[in-house]
T-cell receptor, first 115, second 113 residues
Framework: GAGVSQSPRYKVAKRGQDVALRCDPI?????LFWYQQALGQGPEFLTY????????KSGLPSDRFFAERPEGSVSTLKIQRTQQEDSAVYLC?????????????FGPGTRLLVL | AQSVTQPDIHITVSEGASLELRCNYS??????LFWYVQSPGQGLQLLLK??????LVQGIKGFEAEFKRSQSSFNLRKPSVHWSDAAEYFC???????????FGAGTRLTVKP
C-alpha cells in the first residue's frame, strides 16, 4: 500500500516568506509526527498528533511554527516569516495506534532552503 | 529526558567485512530502541527495534542489534557488508508513555569495493 507522502519535496523560500508543508500519512494511522532534520544531524521531534488532537508541541522551536491536522488525516506544518536557520529537511511520520513507542513510518521529507 | 549518542560520525568498511555501529542511550527506565537507515533523498526505514524480551534482535537486510542494559548500549551489527548498505544510520530511543522519539546524530557508512 501507499506509504507516507510529503509535498513539496523541495521548497526554496525568501527570508520572511511563509511556507506550508503537507503530509499525507498512511491511511488509517492514528498518530502523526513532525521532525526537523538539520544538515548532518538526526531528526528532532517537533510535534505529535493523535487523530486531530495535537498532544505535544514541545519541540516547535518558536511561535512561528504551527501545525494542524483538522480532520485527523492530512497534516500541514506552517512556518511564518521564515528565517535562514529554518533551512532543514522536515520529516513526517505516522504510526497505527498511537500507543506506546510503536514503529513510526517516515515520509521522504521536504527539503526547505531559506535564502 | 532520554538521549542517544552515536560516537562514530563516519565509518568506512570494505565490502564483505563485518560491521558494528555503536549506540549509547540515556534513560531512567527500560527504553524502546530503534535503528533506522536513511539513503540519500529517502525517508527513514526501520531496520529493527527492541521493546522487551530477547536482547538480541534480528532485523531486515541481515542486520542485528544487541541490547546491553549494563552498558546502556544498543549496537548494530552485520556479519558481511554489501555495497548497497552505504547510507546514514540512526539509533533512536522512545518512551512508553508518549510517542516522542529521540534520535542520535547518525553514523555515515561508506563501503569500499
Amino acid at each position: 500500500g501507499a506509504g507516507v507522502s510529503q509535498s513539496p519535496r523541495y521548497k526554496v523560500a525568501k527570508r520572511g516568506q511563509d511556507v506550508a508543508l503537507r503530509c499525507d500519512p498512511i491511511s488509517g494511522h492514528v498518530s502523526l509526527f513532525w521532525y526537523q532534520q538539520a544538515l548532518g544531524q538526526g531528526p528532532e521531534f517537533l510535534t505529535y498528533f493523535q487523530n486531530e488532537a495535537q498532544l505535544d508541541k514541545s519541540g516547535l522551536p518558536s511561535d512561528r511554527f504551527f501545525a494542524e491536522r483538522p480532520e485527523g488525516s492530512v497534516s500541514t506544518l506552517k512556518i511564518q516569516r521564515t528565517q535562514q536557520e529554518d533551512s532543514a529537511v522536515y520529516l513526517c511520520a505516522s504510526s497505527p495506534q498511537g500507543i506506546g513507542a510503536e514503529t513510526q513510518y517516515f515520509g521522504p521529507g521536504t527539503r526547505l532552503l531559506v535564502l | 529526558a532520554q538521549s542517544v549518542t552515536q560516537p562514530d560520525i563516519h565509518i568506512t568498511v570494505s565490502e564483505g567485512a563485518s560491521l558494528e555501529l555503536r549506540c549509547n542511550y540515556s534513560y531512567g527506565a527500560t527504553p524502546y530502541l530503534f535503528w533506522y537507515v536513511q539513503s540519500p533523498g529517502q525517508g527513514l526505514q526501520l531496520l529493527l527495534k527492541y521493546f522487551s524480551g530477547d536482547t538480541l534482535v534480528q532485523g531486515i537486510k541481515g542486520f542485528e542489534a544487541e541490547f546491553k542494559r549494563s552498558q546502556s548500549s544498543f549496537n548494530l551489527r552485520k556479519p558481511s557488508v554489501h555495497w548497497s548498505d552505504a547510507a546514514e544510520y540512526f539509533c533512536a530511543v522512545g518512551v512508553s508513555n508518549n510517542n516522542d522519539m529521540r534520535f542520535g546524530a547518525g553514523t555515515r557508512l561508506t563501503v569500499k569495493p
